[in-house]
């Protein structure tokens, strides 16, 4: 397993700014950000394939936040701006091998924001947002 690493996090207020960092012990196929809210289910943030680039968000923080990785890979970022206090959140760093499905006769490997999909967590950073 990788080891993961989370900081960044903070108070801030409402419409203000964060940057989390996750710093990888090695690679993953897929990273991504879940968060987790007292009494509420986890919830998947964004997601990235690392070899790629490629992103995806969750309706609830589109065009707000932005996953995003440092050239040497080892390093994952999640940039989050306009924040509003239903952001407040334990925030983690998460990596996976990724899902295996069929399309069209073709294996591929699909990274997805489902919690189940990935096998590395980090330790979680505080997001508090006050109004």
């Known amino acids: 397993q990788v080891q993961l690493v989370e900081s960044g996090g903070g108070s801030v207020q409402a419409g203000g700014s964060l940057r989390l960092a996750c710093t990888a012990s090695?690679?993953?196929?897929?990273m991504a950000w879940f968060r987790q809210a007292p009494g509420k289910e986890r919830e998947g943030v964004a997601r990235i394939y690392t070899a790629s680039g490629g992103t995806y968000y969750a309706d609830s923080v589109k065009d707000r936040f932005t996953i995003y990785q440092a050239n040497s890979k080892n390093t994952l970022y999640l940039q989050m701006n306009t924040l509003r206090p239903e952001d407040t959140a334990e925030y983690y760093c998460?990596?996976?091998?990724?899902?295996?499905?069929?399309?069209?006769?073709?294996?591929?490997?699909?990274?997805?924001?489902?919690?189940?999909?990935?096998?590395?967590w980090g330790q979680g950073t505080q997001v508090t947002v006050s109004s």
């Open positions: 998460a990596g996976g091998g990724g899902v295996s499905f069929s399309f069209g006769g073709v294996r591929h490997t699909g990274c997805r924001l489902n919690g189940d999909d990935y096998d590395s």
């Open positions: 090695g690679n993953s196929y897929c």
